[in-house]
């Protein structure tokens, strides 16, 4: 069982707009600005898209958008393409001294 | 910019160790701004950290593998590898090397993974 609850599945059609949720607790996502999501397309390595909650790297188009309330995090993709298609993982820095970073269980995106 | 390459045996017969290296290139191990890690994922599983080293060689490992694991640089060849020991088929996955940001908390470059099946 993963630290970070996200839901198995999320769809959508082309051109519209979905969010993929990331629940944490008050030792991750609700203390520290330390989220990060990465994309997963099949047979690949996860790529980094959002890293500190609302960051994205150079190269990461502006249709990808991240925020965070209370110990729930999100990952909002705007304007759908078919290449969007992917699992999609969210990731926090934790309190817990055992670990340096909990996982989220990872959502498979279908794009319609 | 910062590659990554997994390398080491496909196949691993049970109770035997695995062992995988990641060579570096485009930074030095002795960086002081990364966490080299290890990460893998059973196939159509989500992703498991296995552990890190930090150039000073300090490790830090998840508890579920703590007493099987062990993490270590080599600072000749630019690389960090792998052991695991006493495998089952329960560790059979992709492995994938990547490098986490100190301080900044995220993994900004990733191997491409390599297969081990036990």
């Known amino acids: 069982q993963s630290a970070l609850t996200q839901p198995p599945s999320v769809s959508g059609s082309p051109g519209q707009s979905v969010t993929i949720s990331c629940i944490g607790t008050?030792?991750?996502?609700?203390?520290?600005?330390?989220v990060s999501w990465y994309q997963q397309p099949p047979g690949t390595a996860p790529k980094l898209i959002i890293y500190?909650?609302?960051n994205r790297p150079s190269g990461v188009p502006d249709r990808f958008s991240g925020s965070k309330s209370g110990n729930t995090a999100s990952l909002t993709i705007s304007g759908l393409q078919a290449e969007d298609e992917a699992a999609y993982y969210c990731?926090?820095?934790?309190?817990?001294?055992?670990?340096?970073?909990?996982f989220g269980g990872g959502t498979k995106l279908t794009v319609l | 910019q910062v590659q990554l390459q997994e390398s080491g045996p496909g196949l691993v017969k049970p109770s035997q160790t695995l062992s995988l290296t990641c060579t570096v290139s485009?930074?030095?191990?002795?960086?002081?701004?990364?966490?080299w890690s290890w990460i893998r994922q059973p196939a159509g599983k989500g992703l498991e950290w296995i552990g890190r080293?930090?150039?000073?060689?300090?490790?830090k490992y998840n508890p579920s593998l703590k007493s099987r694991v062990a993490i270590s640089l080599d600072k000749a060849k630019n690389q960090f590898s792998l052991t695991l020991s006493s495998v089952t088929a329960a560790d059979t996955a992709i492995y994938f090397c990547a490098t986490y940001v100190a301080h900044d908390d995220y993994f900004d470059y990733w191997g491409q993974g390599t297969l081990v099946t036990v």
């Open positions: 485009g930074d030095s191990i002795n960086s002081d701004t990364y966490y």
């Open positions: 990731t926090s820095y934790t309190s817990n001294s055992a670990f340096d970073v909990v």
């Open positions: 008050s030792s991750d996502i609700g203390t520290y600005n330390r």
């Open positions: 080293i930090y150039s000073s060689g300090r490790t």
């Open positions: 500190q909650v609302t």
